[in-house]
């Protein structure tokens, strides 16, 4: 049986399928977001498990965070950056033309 890798999956549908390409495009934010705070937990060499004990919470909230389950508040963004020695940015940016 031939291997399918989901990344190879996901090309086809966003070249092939405009109803998937429409619907990813609009969780792309909550993709981009989810993808960052791993991305600093990794460079803080935190795990899970460490980076809840500095935020004071736990780390099924963390995976939580880290999963794109749920949309944080300003002030959860705050404590993991602070957490992971990072600093929050947020900004506003001109939607693309459609």
């Known amino acids: 049986m ?11 549908w966003m070249k092939s399928d405009p109803a ?18 791993i991305e600093a937990r990794a460079r803080a060499g935190l795990t899970q498990e460490q980076l809840a004990r ?3 919470t736990t780390q099924a ?7 794109g389950r749920t949309k944080p508040s300003t002030r ?7 957490a992971t020695g990072m600093r929050l940015r947020i900004s506003f940016e001109p939607e693309a033309v459609r």
Do not use: G, N, Q
């Open 2 to 12: 031939k291997e399918i890798r989901a990344r190879d999956l996901h090309r086809k």
């Open 20 to 37: 998937y390409a429409r619907e990813f495009d609009a969780i792309a934010d909550e993709f981009a977001l989810a993808s960052a705070l």
């Open 54 to 56: 500095r935020m004071k």
């Open 61 to 67: 909230v963390v995976a939580r965070l880290e999963s």
């Open 76 to 82: 959860t963004l705050e404590r993991f950056a602070a």
